[in-house]
């Protein structure tokens, strides 16, 4: 009989238990890697500081209120030349906007019809598609943006061709549009007095159609009958403020474009540089569109459709109640991150002068005033924000087709559909494997929004260390102490790492211990002067304030009326 | 046949004879079919037919002649060129087609980036093919291991055929790692064969392995091969006209660029992707930062940031060549996308993978190479190559920091005097190179992606 | 009947047990999150043991057996392998799973390697054995669970059974004293249990320490010299076949087994 004598488990600690014992293997690889990032981050640091003594620059961002000094041919809002570089790049900012939504909306158009047409059964209009997807997806994108603007400036006529009686070139659509190769001139809305009636009308049409639309569901659900939803919609949208129109006098007019002198006055002038980017950006992502659409649609099953068909269902009711419901759901994550690449495609503007944010502040800004640190920095951010928030949107959705995938219509919480669906309502409680199944959507968008608000905490902290160059509160962060350099900067890694777990995965309550207190001891450290974040606000009073507004959101989350708290490892357990 | 047996009222029924096949009506097959199923099938489609029929007629001759029947091949300057024809003035292609693809590379060195590429396509064909047609399967099998090597081997091939001067210093970076394993090997060797004497708590020999590669990278390796240099252009043929970074473009730049970024990338994709995986939340964390944030900004920023900060993250004396710099940025930025591919990749395994892998006792190291990651890349090469397709249209974007690139020497040439003016012929010449050669890859990721589907089954 | 049953009792006689305890699993608990999975297991297996562990659906059976080779880790208790305890040591833990072989519901075999690779990967990448012994080895073992003519071929091309016996196959090459089977037939066509189960039947003969958790009631008749019946993550109760068949102790057994036979 082999006696089997448990080895001592004891014996101490050996150096070699470090890789070699599980309980200290992970630690120790992070805490190894930890130092690696830190030492790399440093040797970074420094050789920044010493090559920007060398060069004799620093890092302040106060060159921001400066005169700008150029000027910008597109200004969706007030600027001139003597305006400051803040509000250059806030300007180039909008402009990217500009681009990127009106890009998004056309961009989505042309590839859904692209999509659905490449699945014709007409092989004249399948072949044509697959040669437009083919071509548009297998050729630099800055090629085709500069075609298009060749196409512009080179084959339209100048403004010049439009004057006098014998004008070579003419307007289209009843001398409404005109098209040159300066850009086109479109007929401007001109509202006059009285007008918000009509608007008002429209947004109440807009608000009744809603409405009418559930009252239709419901009385649907109720008798079974079916109302033609649409085109009474369509009357109470359309109709009903165009009638205020006429009655009300015609309040809303049109300003037409028309050759003055040199060059057209009024109306709406769509810039070539504008243009150009739109149409190339927006032809180019619908291609990319129409092979997601299309990959969408083939991918509900062909059964699907039959089935349907078996049941006796209309091919109009199989497409919008079966095959559109699945194919959405496979659709919609590729075409936001197609909106995410779009909007970082507009970037591409510089090369035909339009004047977005890489135009402004990554252009122009830089070279003038040479800062590459700040300027860069500022501008990747912004578009990092701007990928982010369209990256959350889609989490948001993807939580929502998950939602819809488990447990059709139980209220989880703020997700999308029931953002849609109105707020309220019973709430179902989640059987406990559920949860344990999908840890955190119900609260997500909540507490997402409590992640930004901390998000803008450090932000507004590492603005006040590093960009306000507070030299009468403080010495600034290149005159601080080894020590504390170091201890700030791992304070604001850390607090990052924190806040991206959060933001990123499903956040535990360690999490949010962390986050705080490295935010505490981070502004310990500073000496945060908490109070002037918010003007006649007392610093003690901000702490308390906020301490009791999240505590608020803990008891929320923890006692509330939602579901789900395998967020905090505990799940409510069915009556 | 119809000898149908009469029984009256009842209900039997015998076939005696079967029924031979008969053609479909006419309507239904053939050419008429064909069109009527496709082309006319309905009014609304019929209506689109002709309408799309109408469209190519009215363009194609205009375009036809316009490129071909109008058009002119050869002439010095523009203006000549609107003389001899209305339509397209090829003759630009012709004059600067040498400039298109190779940028200033000295002429009678251009057989250099050319041999080069054709080295390349071997190395790929070394690490991505199964099989080649024409080649039989042992004979691949037993010569893929060494070229394999060849194809690891090769980057430093390819860079000292481009860049030139002397081969030692590319060798001498491929002998870094020969000079780490033998420097491990031999004190493991040492240690057993003269009893016992280094702690086994301590994995020495790696540690010694890896200062030795460190002290060869940071100055062995210049020593010897600076001695060597000295010598070898008497005694070897090994030296080439060096040529700056600042004579490459075109075409040869771009595919530089692409390939290089999408080969570095890969190794730190890799590490990414396994990073982000690892469960451990300070390396996780720091993997899905840096992905986000590389995701989330677009390449022509981060081309500004080559061109001006990159610099000052390093050394003030350390001087690095503008080119570098771009393919460092470009690496950095397609990495992330990496991550992402091989992520998925990793994720579309099933969990019985890892789980018998432990269960054999194989470590993570051996695991993930072993079993994990040879399915995971197999799996991932559809998207890798979706990855390169979009990193190679995306070099276009590096004129905007000044490189002479494809789009980069369109300009130089409507700038210059003899052109001045042209516009169409460059930028369908580029439109039609970039598809040639992204579409060539798009079919075969395609094609590989039906293969793997097929595999699997 | 009675026949059967005399053949089956000499069979088992051939099968020796010895004394020597090659598992021992003190008061061992685990937990995922919050629910209990394994609460308090006592057990102990000899060195030549054929145990057969069965159960509802959730019992905690693969728990148990994913336990021993660490593919899950307890909380609480010891569990000792061959003298080695397992704790969060990972030398001990590598030790432990080149000595304990595993076969898995689903095969888990890797489909980019051949059948022969697949079968020598862990000897020679854990046990440094020099390839060609390793595949020495593994065509030994091919031959018994015969199948060497598909030892070039890919897992893919193999039917499920065929899978199943490269599983046992690959780890019986690792030579380990014990081999664990987590539901090895339930993933199969019928027609193709058979086959497998042959294969364990004539490894049990050969005296291999075996824990198999299955449904497999035959096999548990003709060659399981223990069977525990599991429910709730506990043990419930544990006997030699022939009593735990024809006199089941507890309410929970009868029902199971009213359940599985009673058809």
Redesign the interface.
Known sequence: MAVIDPPSGGGGFRVDMLWNDSRYRSTFIQIVALLATITVFWLIVDNVVANLARVGKDFAFNFMTNPASYDINQRPLDYTSRDSHARAAIIGIINTLLVAVVGCVLATIIGVLAGIARLSRNLMLRAIMSVYVEVIRNVPLLIQILLVMAVITETLPVPRDFRGEDAVASMLFWDSVALTNRGFYFPALIFQEGSWVVVAAFIAGIVASVVFSRYAAARQAATGDTMAVLPINAAIIILTPLAIFFVSGMPIGLDLPAFQDFNFQGGLFLRNSYLALVIALAVYTGAFIAENVRAGIMAVNRGQTEAASALGLQPGRTMSLVILPQALRIIIPPLISQYLNLTKNSSLALFVGYMDLTGTLMGITLNQTGREFETLGLGMAVYLTISLSIAGVMNLYNEDAKLVERTSGTGGGLSLSTLLAGFGGPWERISKGDAQMRPTYGLRLEMNLFWLFYAGMLLLMVDYVFIQGASELRPSYWDWGMGTKVAALTMTVAAFAALATCLFKNPRFIDIIAAEFCFFVLAVLLGFPFGALIPGVDGTMFVFATAAMRLAIFGYTVLGPRPNLTFFHRVRQEA | MTDMPNTGNSALYVRREMLAQQPPPPSTVGVVGWLRENLFRGPVNSTITVLILLMILWLAPGIASWAFIDATWNAKSLSECRQLGEGACWAVIVERFGQFIYGFYPAEERWRPNLAFLLMLLAFAFALFDEVPGVSKEVWARIRPGGLVFSAVFPFIAYWLIWGGSIWGPIGLVATPVVGYFAAVGVDKLNSQYGPFLPDTLPVPSIVGLVAALVWLLGGMQLVAGALTAISPEFFPLWLPAVESKSLGGFLLATIIGVAGIVLSLPIGILLALGRRSGLFFIQTVCIVFIECMRGVPLITLLFVASTTLSFLFPPDSNLDELLRVVIMVTIFASAYMAEVIRGGLASLPPGQYEAADAMGLNYWQATRLIIMPQALKVSIPNIVNTFIGLFKDTTLVAVIGLLDVIGLITATRADSAWNGINWELYIFAALFFFIACFAMSRYSMYLERKLATDRR | MNEVAQDMTADRAKMAVS???VI?IRSMNKWY???HVLRDINLTVNRGERIVVCGPSGSGKSTLIRCI?R?EEHQAG?I?VD???L?????N???I??E???V?Q???????LTILENCT??PI??RKTPKKDAEETAMHFLTKVKIPEQANKYP?QLSGGQQQRVAIA?ALC?RPRIMLFDEPTSALDPEMIKEVLDTMISLAEEGMTMICVTHEMGFARQVANRVIFMDQGQIVEQNEPEPFFNDPQSDRTKLFLSQILGH
């Not at chain 3, 689903?106 to 980019?112: G, Q, S, T």
């Open positions: 004394d020597e305890e021992q999150g919050d629910f080779n593919l010891d000792i003298g080695t305890e704790n969060s040591d990972l030398k833990i590598d030790k799973r080149a304990v072989g595993m898995f689903h095969f888990n075999l890797f489909p980019h990967l862990a990448w854990v893919g690959r690792m």
